[in-house]
């Protein structure tokens, strides 16, 4: 690949874990990456200055929100998502598929595609695999994502064949109708369910087509972290060894490390975002919530370790009160802070395989998750 | 008074309107001054840090909120207000006076003072002069204001006068009850209604009792901007030249530069923080409301001669886009513009006082005013 195109540099490795760095037409990406979610073209509660001050290299956009509202062609017409939300780092985007399916009540899906009402308003839009990437292109994404149909769970064997097949036939038509440009790349789905031939057969078909990275999708759905582990341990492997593998939709903290130990580069994940605004906060010691009255008149910063704006600056009661008050506030410095955490995570990550001790690292992580609040104490 | 004391230098002067500088106990405020209104100890959806970049020096924060939620003696304890809130530079906080007669519903005035419920759990509580001041104190505030009676509009002249002369034993009883500390200030309110016999007697009173300060009440409460500066014109002339005069809870951008011209120094109100979270923002021409559909697809800045972040990184496509997606972030910018908007004009003004060029400056601020939204162009 010429060196202003889409390439995924590897780094250090320690057992299965890797570091590395994406080259993008908006800059590069060091992995083990998370991307913060900006739904909406925003970063819920946060400036684009303040996610990329977290250390955040990269933001994820969603396709079905933006295809409703604003509407792709309107934001390529106003120049593209990375002028229109003012976020010049590279940007990657679903497909669409998971929200047609889980938010739109009426749908219909058959081999070209789904056809579903809004959540807004009720109107009509078809999405297919080749509406996916012309919206994902219209949006300018660094990385596009493959259309496909995310398994629910529980489902039976038969049931998950059939589902991740029509996703690999899907994937084939995204292939042919993503227009290759310089720093642009599109990522193919691993689906499968919990059932390792499945995920084998879709791992090879889609090595098979070729793509510039691979998601892991249909996980972190209810089956729990043990199987999502397995799932992992059985199906990384097999996915070509120099491209990023991106675990869609994980996780909690813990979830990351242990992907990152069974070879994840790329992680997205509403949780630091969502618990932010809902007064739980991430830290070495735990989670902690910001509601409980014990707080209400502890001078102490959420995590004494951590040196993100809101705990730099203000200490339990201040934040407590900001959520009796229901101030923005509280939801802007809480999701700061979080999103904060997630990159020091990462960070942590990189730094640990770079020093092959990752084993050392991971323990002294679970040991402080254990430990419990420093409220507590 | 001595160097490290409260202190208010006078500069230049172009006709009534003078500028000026307050030195307080954490830092000095040039004027004419806009103070940004920060209710609950937080200027709603703005970081400490995004208020000091509007260049605002000093904020103003409500005595009867902070007294109910958290408390005072509770911020007291957890080190003061400016440590709470970390906000590191002057805050004038009000008596409470106001807010116990608009915002509860059960109240019962005499002459020791006011008992009054919670709005926000109908417990009962009591202010007093010295109540309030103690409070102001507890909470640290570098500016403390007597407790008065906010005279209603329109009132009788009798009940005016028996408003304004309680108001003035009540400054009698906050003076003695102020303690006096290097670099924090008392003011005195005028009252008085729209008669002036009635705001010159207040203005003696207050004068002969001494303060640091005087703040002129009871305006902007429905009697009119013709009236506002009638009032202004024959009482501003009668407070002692040499302290700081401050109209309270004004107000509109025309009304603040009329006051400017009186003679005013000080201003404080929630119009541009309570706009900017309803979608309207203020500009050089006039008021703008993003709500409205026509900036659907404008890639155009808010105000294309501001330097705020909101127009220097957005256009009103998103800014409108983040309104009709109900996002934090739209309130976050368009409080932030709103906030640089008028910090920008109280600069404006101290330029051109400094200047003696106040008459035409405020001339062609009326014309950009009355030129109309470039949207509509």
């Known amino acids: 690949m010429s060196a202003d195109g889409f390439r995924f540099e590897l780094g250090g490795r320690d057992g299965a874990a890797r570091m590395g760095r994406l080259h993008?037409?908006?800059?590069?990406?060091?992995?083990p990456a998370f991307m913060p979610v900006g739904t909406a073209a925003t970063v819920k509660a946060m400036t684009p200055e303040a996610v990329a001050a977290t250390g955040a290299e990269i933001v994820l956009a969603n396709t079905y929100h933006l295809m409703l509202r604003p509407g792709a062609e309107r934001v390529e017409r106003l120049g593209g998502l990375h002028r229109f939300m003012n976020w010049e780092r590279p940007i990657l985007t679903d497909s669409g598929g998971y929200q047609v399916l889980s938010l739109t009540a009426l749908r219909a899906i058959d081999e070209r595609g789904v056809v579903f009402q809004s959540h807004l308003d009720g109107s009509r839009h078809e999405l297919t695999p080749e509406r996916s990437i012309a919206i994902q292109r219209a949006l300018g994404a660094d990385i596009s994502m493959a259309f496909d149909e995310c398994t629910p769970y529980p489902v039976d064997e038969a049931a998950a064949a059939a589902s991740m097949r029509l996703s690999m036939r899907w994937a084939e038509r995204c292939r042919a109708a993503f227009v290759e440009r310089p720093g642009h790349a599109l990522f193919g789905i691993v689906q499968g369910g919990v059932y390792p031939a499945l995920r084998a057969e879709s791992a090879a078909a889609l090595a098979g087509i070729g793509f510039h990275g691979y998601?892991?999708?249909?996980?972190?759905?209810?089956?729990g972290q043990a199987r999502m582990f397995d799932v992992l341990d059985r199906t990384v492997g097999l996915l070509p060894d120099d491209a990023p593998r991106y675990l869609m939709g994980v996780g909690k903290p813990a979830d990351i490390v242990g992907a990152v130990a069974r070879g994840i580069d790329m992680f997205d994940c509403v949780l630091p975002t969502r618990s932010g605004r809902t007064g739980q906060a991430f830290t070495r010691r735990g989670p902690v919530n910001i509601r409980n009255a014990r707080h209400i008149e502890d001078p102490r910063p959420l995590d004494p370790d951590c040196r993100c704006p809101a705990c730099a600056g203000y200490g339990r009661a201040y934040l407590h009160h900001l959520w009796r008050a229901e101030e923005i506030l509280g939801r802007m410095l809480l999701t700061w802070h979080n999103l904060y955490?997630?990159?020091?995570?990462?960070?942590?990550?990189?730094?640990a395989i770079e020093a092959g001790a990752l084993d050392a690292w991971a323990a002294e992580f679970a040991a402080g998750q254990a430990a419990g609040d420093i409220a507590a104490l």
């Open 341 to 351: 955490y997630y990159q020091e995570l990462m960070a942590g990550l990189r730094a």
């Open 24 to 31: 993008t037409a908006h800059g590069t990406v060091e992995t």
């Open 215 to 223: 998601g892991i999708g249909g996980l972190a759905v209810g089956e």
